[in-house]
């Protein structure tokens, strides 16, 4: 009811998936319950976010989303200055990914 009268951040935004074709379908948020985004703060290389449906806290760890983040991780460790940093976030954690690996980086993350 409030999509006419949205804050004008709302109405500018675009997830990744709508921005770059080159996103697979398993990414549509409806699908994937999780929207990738790119953070830009203006003092570091972007962040590469994965904000997770908090009724889905762990679908990010199901294929083909684990080993598509891996690798997203690997692409963008090795072509910054697109964005160097992938990280999963959920309602209260954080995991940092890597391209062989996750790492929590917070405490609740831990499982």
């Known amino acids: 009811m409030i999509y006419q009268t949205r ?25 994937a319950k ?15 976010r994965v904000h997770i449906h908090p ?8 294929e083909p989303y684990r080993s ?7 692409w963008g460790l090795d072509n910054a ?7 999963v976030r959920g309602r209260e954690w954080l995991w940092l990914i890597l391209r062989d690996r996750e790492v929590p980086l917070t405490k609740k993350a831990v499982a």
């Open 7 to 31: 804050p004008q951040v709302c109405r500018d935004y675009n997830c990744l998936w709508l921005r770059n074709p080159r996103v697979p379908d398993d990414w549509y948020p409806l699908r």
């Open 34 to 48: 999780m929207v990738l985004s790119l953070h830009e703060d203006g003092t570091a290389l972007p962040v590469l």
């Open 55 to 62: 009724r889905y806290p762990e679908r990010w760890r199901e």
């Open 68 to 74: 598509g983040l891996r690798k997203l991780a690997a």
């Open 81 to 87: 200055p697109h964005y160097k940093t992938v990280i």
